[in-house]
């Protein structure tokens, strides 16, 4: 098994989940009732866009830009896109799913798809971290620095949204 990352580390795998919605507010969102194809059910997501491919490349490329990824990178760079677009395609898929189904799940199948969607998140999650790790191995301590200030930043403002979403 893989040696326990630190928590700073995990963090900045978690802010690049960016792309993901909370699974709790995509079960009680108004959307997750809609038929397949009339909207993705992460369209409410606080990052601009109308489908999940297109957050993801914003991120993408808001990640790019922020960490100043250089040619040297460009390998690494790519495979860890890659793995958020897989990542926000297959999530996609995963909650339009629950979408079409919700109407005539039990309470149990309700929590079993809830189940799939953590277990989904959590293994979308590890190869995430694997492919950032192989980018982070890459850079040099300065552009770590930022990589990690990048991330703190992103973790504090969601930290933030998620708090006041609480006291709402």
Same mark, same amino acid.
């Given at each position: 098994?893989?040696?326990?990352?630190?928590?700073?580390? #995990?963090?900045?795998?978690?802010?690049?989940?960016?792309?993901?919605?909370?699974?709790?507010?995509?079960?009680?969102?108004? /959307?997750?009732?809609?038929?397949?194809?009339?909207?993705?059910?992460?369209?409410?997501?606080?990052?601009?866009?109308?489908?999940?491919?297109?957050?993801?490349?914003?991120?993408?490329?808001?990640?790019?830009?922020?960490?100043?990824?250089?040619?040297?990178?460009?390998?690494?760079? $790519?495979?860890?896109?890659?793995?958020?677009?897989? %990542?926000?395609?297959?999530?996609?898929?995963?909650?339009?799913?629950?979408?079409?189904?919700?109407?005539?799940? #039990?309470?149990?199948? %309700?929590?079993?798809?809830?189940? /799939?969607?953590?277990?989904?998140?959590?293994?979308?999650?590890?190869?995430?971290?694997?492919?950032? /790790?192989?980018?982070? $191995?890459?850079?040099?301590?300065? /552009?770590?620095?930022?990589? $990690?200030?990048?991330?703190?930043? %992103?973790?504090?403002?969601?930290?933030?949204?998620?708090?006041?979403?609480? %006291?709402?």
């Amino acid at each position: 098994m893989r040696a326990i990352l630190s928590n700073s580390f #995990t963090s900045a795998a978690v802010a690049a989940l960016l792309l993901l919605p909370a699974v709790a507010a995509a079960q009680s969102s108004p /959307q997750a009732a809609l038929p397949p194809g009339a909207a993705s059910p992460l369209a409410g997501h606080p990052v601009a866009g109308k489908s999940a491919a297109e957050r993801v490349e914003r991120r993408i490329s808001e990640l790019r830009t922020q960490l100043r990824i250089t040619p040297a990178e460009q390998q690494q760079w $790519d495979q860890f896109a890659n793995v958020m677009r897989e %990542n926000a395609r297959d999530m996609d898929q995963i909650f339009i799913q629950r979408a079409e189904q919700l109407e005539s799940m #039990t309470a149990l199948q %309700n929590m079993q798809s809830y189940e /799939q969607i953590a277990e989904a998140h959590a293994q979308h999650l590890q190869k995430l971290v694997g492919a950032f /790790q192989s980018l982070y $191995d890459t850079m040099p301590d300065q /552009q770590k620095q930022l990589a $990690d200030q990048v991330f703190h930043a %992103n973790a504090q403002q969601r930290a933030q949204q998620s708090h006041r979403g609480r %006291n709402s």
